[in-house]
């Protein structure tokens, strides 16, 4: 069966065709969809572009699954055989070899360091001038970081591993003590160091084991990753070290066909053939890249022969099989010992695991090209179709605070670290609201748009299982619950409808979980509206709806439910200790008297402090007070929200997140401090012009000018001055003036001998 006619990449509607919509979303086999994702390759942490890639992954693979019920049959590889491995795990296994060679720190440890150091700038940053460490200080001093970390993104990357280096060895005397130990001095010339032990010795490294275990550690520790982040696993997982066999069988067969060549040892893709026949067109989804030979370059990786110069036929042409250096690993083929090239290795695994075509094919923007590009070459070459993928989903670029995340920037972010501090359940929120195809810029803007949605949910569904609480404890008592179905209650359900249409509307428009969300948001806040209106009368059942159904299309999104359907668990709240992902739940064991025992001790507590008022028989107030503080203190400690009510109805009870009541605490008490700063300044500042006011109205005003005979010679029977120095009779403007202040006077004076009247005190 040939392949199918090729559709337009992207997901544009799914189960329904809406005529605004775009194309519809057609399986090849009806409910099933088969799916293969690019895993990671696996040499370091797992970083937040893999939480973004692979959580949106995540959700959208939900949607399929448990929104439109279709069966997902999902593979996804894990890379553990690649240029980036080999480097990683030699230079480890070097480093490790010469630390545990070399404890004591010598000079001959030193020389080796100053050796290293100079490779490295040479290599890496020819324009630091590494002679001497004398002269690098100078440079380091002055250079312009900003300048030159514009023209080579790496710049400050190089430069922190020069200073590194370069401080080890100062903080290093000239006489080395024999009895010191090299671990420090070594760790911080580690970057530099592993350069020049790479260079000297990498090809007599041959033990597969030491390439075996890096990617194993690593595979490890992103699986962790993925569980704290809540990614289901994948229905088949497949490593390129499994596969060796079948990728040289589907190397002979595409050289069979006339797609591929042999090279002295190596195995390149033709391109010029594949699409010499015109079936055939290279480079689908980004046609435009398909000349740019640094992308190009980048896809064969580091440790590839980037010329033709050893018998590529056009730098355009690509490795299918590579002839194994020293130092790299290496498996048996019929062109030489050598190693899977890391295109093949996507085409070889999907159609072992799927066949010869599949419905979706996913992985970061980023692989658009060469990666993917070259999967379709090599694919629909080995199959002999022109379409081995209906639909590509291409995760958009993550930036940090608009930038690109890179070590160099000192932004890089480890899933480990984002879960230190925020939980997953923020973080999925996070990817949720950014469309999955468009860049995302995590920054502080959309944090606080996350925690505003979920503070939004919390509150809603805090509300809604207090209320079905409540109502449950009047049932069991034989109290009688009335039900209402008015019209304030037929708008509810309404909206209710409106949503679900729109939720609807907006998955079957290419997933769009941000237009969902919204519509969530909006429903919310229509039931906040119709509570506001009914107070106690709100009707439970209607609530309970359209919390359900939130709660439903949240858990599709992958944030799991409390047992009751009701609002999601607090189990999205996941830390990651030492690779090791924990929720916050209770360890299954816990006994009903570990469970009951701190709200018993709460009641307990109060009691006594009641007890005691009442022997006491204390004021009424003090009985208040003491309501207000376990219901303020102790129960909030506990997670446990009382909000009071109207008339004779008892509060509210509601269990909510203890961290958020407490924030909230935090918040409101902080703007209590602040208002009561801020009244204090105030009263401070009044106090201070009153005593300025005090001050000058001690002062009769009747001894105002009496004293003042170099300006005056004559006053009347009140102190004002008649006449001046030279016994001239003072002008009535100058009289008018002068009478002005002493009014003035005469008013402070009296503030002052009332202030003094009525404290008995006395300036």
Known sequence: MACARRKTIGIKAVQHAYEDKGTPFIPISQRKVTWYCCGPTVYDAGHMGHARNYVSTDISRRILRDYFGFDVFFVQNVTDVDDKIIIRARQNYLYERYAEQNPVLTQSVLDKIMESWKYYGEKNLPAAPTSSLSAFADWAGQVDVAAEGKENPKFTMHLSALKSAYGAMMSSNDDVVVAKSSKDVLEAAKDVLILLL?????????????????????????????????????????????????????????????????????????????????????????????????????????????????????????????????????????????????????????????????????????????????????????????????????????????????????????????????????????????????????KEGLIKEVKTVETTLNNFFAVVRALVADESVIVKKGGHVPQRFGQLERQLFKDLDTAQADVHAALCDNLSTPQAIQVITWLVAKANVYLSATKAQASIPALSEVARWITRILSVFGFDGQEDAIGWSSAGAVVVQNGTATATTTAGGTTTEDIAMPYLKALSNYRDEIRQKAIAKAPYSDFLQASDRVRDEDLLELGVSLDDREGTQGALIKFVDKAELLAQKTEKEAKEKAKAERKQKAKEEEDRKLRERLVKGKLDPARMFTDSTDEFSAWDENGLPTHDRAGTELAKSRKKKLQKEYDVQQKLHAEYLKWKEQTGQEL
């Open 198 to 442: 790479d260079k000297e010795e990498g090809a007599n490294v041959r033990d597969p084991a030491i390439f075996r275990d890096l990617p194993a550690y690593w595979e490890q520790r992103f699986n962790d990753d993925m569980r704290a982040l809540n990614v289901l696993p994948p229905t088949v997982v497949t490593r390129v070290s499994e596969y060796v066999p079948q990728i040289v069988a589907f190397v002979s067969q595409m050289v069979e066909n006339g797609y591929a060549y042999e090279a002295q040892g190596s195995v390149y893709f033709d391109t010029a053939a594949f699409e010499a026949g015109g079936k055939h067109v290279y480079a689908k989804l980004q046609p435009w890249s398909r000349g740019k030979t640094d992308l190009i370059d980048e896809g064969e990786g580091s440790l590839s022969i980037k010329t033709t110069a050893d018998g590529k036929k056009s730098p355009f042409d690509f490795a299918l099989w590579k002839a194994s250096k020293p130092g790299e690993p290496e498996w048996e083929s019929p062109w030489g010992r050598g190693r899977p090239g890391w295109h093949i290795e996507c085409s070889v695994m999907a159609s072992e695991t799927i066949g010869r075509q599949m419905d979706i094919h996913s992985g970061g923007i980023d692989l658009a090209f060469p990666h993917h590009d070259n999967e379709l070459a090599q694919s629909e070459a080995y199959h002999e179709c022109n379409q081995w993928v209906n639909y590509f989903l291409h995760t958009g670029h993550l930036h940090i605070e608009g930038l690109k995340m890179s070590k160099s920037l000192k932004n890089f972010i480890t899933i480990e670290d984002a879960l230190a501090r925020y939980s997953a359940r923020q973080l999925r929120l996070a990817f949720a609201l950014t469309q999955w195809n468009n860049s995302l810029d995590f």
